[in-house]
């Protein structure tokens, strides 16, 4: 297994940014290359599109409301992957009035290196985290 993470912090508090992430289908609106997500199975399961057409679906696994994160899999994506579980959380950053968020994967990759999945992996959260700070801004 292959795993990466990405973190960032944002001067909002973490609430805030829990009111615009925490939604399992929330994704459309706070990450540009997501535009479109449709929730399944009382709000368990999500199927996404990408800006050129690629369909995502994500079943959520674990979710804390209070602790501000949720685990979820991936079922089917055009990704070179399998046994992928990733977390999104948002944490509190003690003494000032902005959030820590981190996006985690594990994963096994399946006809290519570690690094080039990790790569890929690193980079959607990477971006996403930028995106989702550029939102929170305007």
């Not at 409301?65 to 949720?70: G, K």
Request: glycine share 8%; hydrophobic share 45%; charged share 20%.
């Amino acid at each position: 297994m292959a795993s990466t993470s990405a973190s960032i912090e944002i001067p909002v508090p973490a609430d805030r940014v829990w009111q615009l992430i925490g939604g399992f289908d929330s994704l459309p609106d706070w990450l540009p290359f997501i535009p479109v997500s449709e929730s399944s199975e009382g709000g368990r399961v999500r199927s996404l599109t990408s800006e050129d057409g690629g369909v995502i679906i994500e079943r959520l696994l674990t979710f804390d409301d209070r602790a501000r994160t949720y685990s979820y899999s991936i079922l089917k994506a055009p990704f070179p992957a399998t046994d992928y579980v990733a977390t999104l959380a948002v944490h509190e950053v003690p003494g000032q009035d902005a959030s820590r968020v981190e996006w985690s994967g594990v994963f096994t990759p399946v006809g290519v290196g570690d690094d080039e999945v990790v790569a890929l992996f690193h980079g959607i959260f990477s971006d996403g985290l930028a995106a989702l700070k550029q939102t929170l801004a305007a």
